[in-house]
């Protein structure tokens, strides 16, 4: 019922900038909403940006005026643009989605294979 495609990661200086993407194919009855995550090696993994359904945006404090996640409606993707790169912003970053099969159903959630962004000189 939900299929992501996650692209733009990669190797990037630190101050560099990146653009992650992230196509949505669903057939569900709602996606409240898409957003970015991030896992580095022996952390948790975190939310980075996340936006919902009616536009409320949420930023991880770390990451609040260097990055901005958008829509793009005419792909259904959504899309995290990353500047003044840092090398703590090294991770495996995935996308996910939350949705409603049904209206009375609850929220499910699902994940991105993930994609690697690495800061480093």
């Known amino acids: 019922q939900v299929q992501l495609v996650e692209s733009g990661g990669g190797l990037v200086q630190p101050g560099g900038s990146l653009r992650l993407s992230c196509e949505v194919s669903a057939s569900v009855f709602t996606l409240n909403s898409m957003g970015w995550y991030r896992q580095a090696p022996g952390k948790q993994r975190e939310l980075v940006a996340e936006?919902?359904?009616?536009?409320?945006?949420e930023y991880a404090d770390s990451v609040k005026g260097r990055f901005d996640i958008s829509r793009d409606n005419a792909k259904n993707a959504v899309l995290l643009q990353m500047n003044s790169l840092r090398p703590e912003d090294t991770a495996v970053y995935y996308c996910n989605v939350k949705y409603k099969i049904q209206p009375a159903y609850p929220i499910h959630s699902h994940w991105g294979q993930g994609t690697q962004v690495t800061v480093s000189s």
């Open positions: 936006i919902t359904n009616d536009d409320q945006l």
